[in-house]
């Protein structure tokens, strides 16, 4: 047992490492040239409301030019070098927006920004209130649970879920933002996951090497069918107006946004096929714990079975994720424009099909051959008294 955490505890050490060394890589490109342009964020809290209509005050000589509400309020700085300091800010509340903005009040948490109006006389300006202390408190709840119910294996999932992020902020969007070859970063990305995240969680064994060979290989099928689609329904990656944005960042030397979109759905996808080839090698190890003499053919015709179980339901979800994360804008679609000819014609909307479509290829890929390698690897008497 203490043998097993050691090499838990090592497979840890290397996967930091790695991502320590992958971040650096990802920081020698050139940043794009508008990256990083906009005004470092503080935190500040509350302590009183100076003037709730200080718009009357500042544009009492133009009364017309009025459209938005400003609040002046002073604020206590939390943290920084300017912890404990009080400064004047302003919060302004377009009065254009269908739904207004909730005006700040004593107490409140905000994060602010150096004021870039030169015409408001304030050292600075209101950008969000500060959500972040309520998200650790129910990511703090949701780590105290993984620990309770699933103990040991409960810490390394939550390890694994901090590595999975970082090597996301930590290496992947770096080197995107650094005029990184994003097809190369996505799969790297990938396929890093895929490693960390089985040994850390199931170790180094038959099961874990059977898992992450069904991945590696439904991750590949997932992006062959993107790039395949890619070039057959002549997409642009002008999926929204993010895309547009980021082609902005750096107009003279743009972001692939076509190399963005085969991102986001293989990063989307590996999640769901990790989540099969790890349900079949669980499952088909379990068969061979309570049969030990089953054939290799039984064990590839069971995690047939299996997969078939599982991707009924897994297709659907992928399918209700993806349309589900974009609900608000297919609804706006559809009320624009009723005709289903158009909608299915949308780029954005194909793309959230293909994401779904591409991550059920990955997945019904990852299912027979998970299953081969297990068949393999379980039903080997020679690795058995190894």
Known sequence: MKSKKLLNILTVALCVMLLVFGNRIASLGTPLQNAGATTVSEEMKVVSIIDPAYEDTLYAEYPDARSESIVLFEGEFTKGYKKGTVETAVQRVDSLYAIEMRQVEVGDKVVVYRNPDPQIDVDYMFAEFNRVPILFVFAGLFALFLLIFGRWQGFKTLVSLVLTIASIFLVFIPAVLRHGNVYVWSIITCIYIIFMTLLIVIGWTRKSAAAIIGCISGVLTCGIIVLICDISLHLTGLVDEDALYLLMLDPEHPISIKAVVFAAIIIGAVGAVMDVAM????????????????????????????????????????????????????????????????????????????????????????????????????????????
Request: with cysteine; charged share 15%; hydrophobic share 50%.
């Open 279 to 386: 349900d079949i090698a669980s499952a088909l190890s379990e068969i061979r714990a309570q049969v030990p003499d089953i054939s290799t053919m039984q064990m590839v015709k069971s995690g047939f079975a299996i997969g078939r179980d599982i991707i009924g339901t897994m297709a659907n979800t992928l399918i209700l994720a993806y349309i589900g994360s974009s609900l608000s804008v297919t609804l706006l679609l559809v009320a624009g424009n009723p005709s289903l000819l158009y909608l299915f014609n949308t780029e954005m909307i194909v793309v959230e099909l293909l994401q779904a479509i591409a991550g059920s290829f990955g997945m019904m890929m990852t299912i027979p051959l998970t299953s081969f390698v297990c068949g393999v690897l379980y039903t080997d008497k020679k690795a058995d008294t190894e």
